[in-house]
């Protein structure tokens, strides 16, 4: 088994890499380092879809010094060049135009492939086959033995979705993706672990503290069903 690109003792910035709500959604990436730690993953060349300003780029460039091809639709942002530079990333990361659901790449060419926030924005509007293009693509570009990183704003309970209808812009357009969903669109991977977090913690942005304090409460509530969490985590390898 290949032996992984031994992580950087430098503290990653978990704030740059998730951006919002970060108490909840940095448990991916925190689950994400054990999961390379445990299994010994080798991370030499990866691919982040749905980049935006770049974080996930950042974070495997300089946790595990990985090559990373950092894409958007219509290129990631200037932000994502200037996070890159301000920290001496940029003979790491390249910038690329890439459409998820027809991903300009050769067939087994990425280690890893990782993606934050993305599988809503490509099925807007109830375009689910548009997802599940994306996902045969992400299968395709990985090597044998690649590993997609994912986390995804989930379909959750009937109080998020009434919320998201009356007080988010894009609330109505964006899928959210259900927890039974996700185990189907992984179903071609040989191995995955899908993993569910957050419920009160969507609903308290300010101030900072609280939210922080009400994302950790979360994390004991054992009690609520997987399908009514509102972020969806985990690995599958190909």
Same mark, same amino acid.
């Given at each position: 088994?290949?032996?992984?690109?031994?992580? =950087?003792?430098?503290?990653?910035?978990?704030?740059?890499?998730? !951006?919002?709500?970060?108490?909840?959604?940095?448990?991916?990436?925190?689950? +994400?380092?054990?999961?390379?730690?445990?299994?010994?993953?080798?991370?030499?060349?990866?691919?982040?879809?749905?980049? *935006?300003?770049?974080?996930?780029?950042?974070?495997?460039?300089?946790?595990?010094?990985?090559?990373?091809?950092?894409?958007?639709?219509?290129?990631?942002?200037?932000?994502?060049?200037?996070?890159?530079?301000? =920290?001496?990333?940029?003979?790491?990361?390249?910038?690329?135009?890439?459409?998820?659901?027809?991903?300009?790449?050769?067939? =087994?060419?990425?280690?890893?492939?990782?993606?934050?926030?993305?599988?809503?924005?490509?099925?807007?509007?109830?375009?689910?086959?548009?997802? !599940?293009?994306?996902?045969? !693509?992400?299968?395709?570009?990985?090597?044998?033995?690649?590993?997609?990183?994912?986390?995804?704003?989930?379909?959750?309970?009937?109080?998020?979705?009434?919320? *998201?209808?009356?007080?988010?812009? +894009?609330?109505?357009?964006?899928?959210? $993706?259900?927890?039974?969903?996700?185990?189907?669109?992984?179903?071609?991977?040989?191995? %995955?672990?899908?993993?569910?977090?957050?419920?009160?913690? $969507?609903?308290?942005?300010?101030?900072? +503290?609280?939210?922080?304090?009400?994302?950790?409460?979360?994390?004991?509530?054992?009690?609520?069903?997987?399908?009514?969490?509102?972020?969806?985590?985990?690995?599958? $390898? %190909?």
């Amino acid at each position: 088994m290949p032996i992984a690109i031994k992580n =950087n003792p430098v503290p990653i910035n978990y704030q740059i890499v998730v !951006e919002w709500d970060v108490t909840t959604w940095s448990r991916a990436l925190r689950y +994400w380092e054990i999961v390379i730690e445990q299994q010994q993953l080798s991370l030499q060349l990866g691919l982040e879809l749905g980049s *935006r300003h770049g974080g996930l780029s950042y974070f495997f460039a300089k946790k595990y010094g990985a090559q990373v091809f950092c894409s958007d639709y219509h290129f990631p942002s200037e932000k994502a060049h200037q996070l890159h530079e301000d =920290n001496n990333l940029e003979s790491l990361i390249s910038y690329h135009d890439v459409d998820a659901t027809e991903i300009p790449f050769e067939d =087994n060419s990425f280690d890893f492939v990782v993606f934050k926030s993305m599988l809503g924005a490509v099925g807007a509007k109830e375009r689910y086959h548009r997802i !599940e293009l994306t996902i045969q !693509e992400i299968y395709r570009v990985l090597r044998p033995g690649g590993v997609l990183f994912f986390a995804e704003n989930m379909d959750a309970s009937p109080l998020h979705r009434f919320a *998201r209808r009356q007080f988010i812009p +894009w609330g109505t357009s964006w899928y959210y $993706v259900s927890y039974s969903e996700m185990h189907q669109l992984l179903g071609q991977f040989c191995d %995955k672990k899908i993993h569910t977090t957050g419920f009160f913690g $969507v609903f308290i942005a300010k101030p900072k +503290w609280m939210q922080t304090i009400v994302s950790k409460l979360d994390e004991v509530l054992f009690f609520i069903p997987n399908s009514w969490k509102y972020v969806g985590y985990g690995y599958a $390898v %190909k």
